[in-house]
């Protein structure tokens, strides 16, 4: 079946520094790929997203672009903020609308 | 952007009773509503998904008679945990989505805790 794995966390950055996080997925087809991100106490807001091979989504400083060839959707930033805690998931989405989670990454931006 | 309203946010209830939360798609019209059950420091675990008009499909291991899904409109779909005990203390989060592919928007999710 369809599966995404993302690497685990906690990370810890101080503020500036630069974060990737990794994620890989396993499905039929040709999915879409997602990253939603979750503040604590919080449901989860669509950070960006690409819906087929070598699309890129963008959305505030955060990049990721869709790899067919090694299955991977990772979540880059080159500068994050304190602001930027949280945490990160990625989710693939096939027929029907449903969506995979991948296990979420914390993030922890330190000043 | 599209909205997903949820509420309540958080509700405390003694055992056994049962508790409604709503979902709500505030701008948009949802074909389809999801709901989750998310543990602590977990991801999200899909409980089922409603279409509007039919009957919810629950994923495996999900409790029908215990989680009483309605999607009676295109903008509202609702989850009751009937006769509640402290194991269903969670995070339930609710999606919509419009049409066919198109991503899910997330309520602010709801924290349920019995007493």
């Known amino acids: 079946g369809d599966s995404v794995t993302q690497m685990e966390g906690p990370v810890t950055l101080s503020e500036e520094a630069c974060l990737t996080i990794n994620c890989t997925y396993t499905a039929t087809g040709y999915p879409s790929l997602f990253w939603y991100v979750q503040y604590p106490g919080e449901g989860l807001q669509l950070l960006l997203k690409?819906?087929?091979?070598?699309d890129k989504g963008s959305n505030k400083g955060f990049e990721a672009t869709y790899r067919k060839e090694t299955t991977s959707f990772h979540l880059e930033k080159g500068s994050v903020q304190v602001s930027d805690s949280a945490v990160y998931f990625c989710?693939?989405?096939?027929?029907?609308?449903?969506?995979?989670f991948g296990g979420g990454t914390r993030v922890l931006v330190k000043p | 952007g599209a909205v997903v309203s949820q509420h309540p946010s958080r509700v405390i209830c003694k055992s056994g009773t049962s508790v409604k939360i709503e979902c709500r798609s505030l701008?948009?019209?949802?074909?389809?509503m999801f709901w989750y059950r998310q543990f602590p420091k977990q991801s999200l675990m899909l409980m089922a998904t409603?279409?509007?008009?039919?009957?919810?499909?629950?994923e495996q291991g999900v409790e029908k008679d215990k989680f009483l899904i309605n999607h009676a409109s295109l903008t509202l779909s609702t989850l009751t945990v009937t006769s509640a005990h402290p194991e269903d203390s969670s995070f339930y989060i609710c999606?919509?989505?419009?049409?066919?592919?198109?991503?899910?928007?997330f309520g602010d999710g709801t924290r349920l805790s019995i007493l």
């Open positions: 690409a819906t087929k091979a070598d």
């Open positions: 999606s919509a989505a419009g049409h066919q592919n198109q991503p899910q928007h």
């Open positions: 701008d948009f019209q949802a074909t389809t």
């Open positions: 989710a693939l989405q096939t027929a029907g609308n449903k969506l995979t």
């Open positions: 409603s279409n509007e008009g039919s009957k919810a499909t629950y």
